[in-house]
């Protein structure tokens, strides 16, 4: 059983930043896609940044990118997501994501917003960008 759990959210004015923290635990292969969904109230939930543990390979939707950074602390099981230049488009409930097995399909799935491809969820983290 995988277990995630979230932290790092906030309020910022637009162009601040926070970083997302992703602590996971239970059975874990490095060969895990993990990653990060968003969702917004009337919107459908997107895929924002995605890291292969087997090879650190990153995918980021294009909303995201050159702002967004994801990355892993082996050593603790942590995914991070630092947002920079934060927009009030950015303001959602953002997910740790965890697939049933590992891949780099889960990679591509989460870049195009397969959420229903992944089993394993942590509980949120609310991010408020006001203007």
């Known amino acids: 059983e995988v277990q995630l759990v979230e932290s790092g959210g906030g309020s910022v004015q637009a162009g601040g930043s926070l970083r997302l923290s992703c602590a996971a635990s239970g059975h874990f292969l490095s060969a895990y896609c993990m990653g990060w969904f968003r969702h917004a109230p009337g919107k459908e939930r997107e895929g924002v940044a995605g890291i292969y543990l087997g090879d650190n390979t990153k995918y980021y939707a294009d909303s995201v990118k050159g702002r967004f950074t994801i990355s892993r602390d082996t050593g603790n099981n942590t995914v991070y997501l630092q947002m920079n230049d934060l927009k009030p488009e950015d303001s959602a409930r953002y997910y740790c994501?965890?697939?049933?097995?590992?891949?780099?399909?889960?990679?591509?799935?989460?870049?195009?917003?397969?959420?229903?491809?992944?089993?394993?969820w942590g509980q949120g983290t609310q991010v408020t960008v006001s203007s």
């Open positions: 994501a965890a697939p049933p097995r590992g891949g780099t399909w889960y990679c591509w799935s989460l870049s195009k917003g397969r959420s229903t491809d992944f089993d394993y």
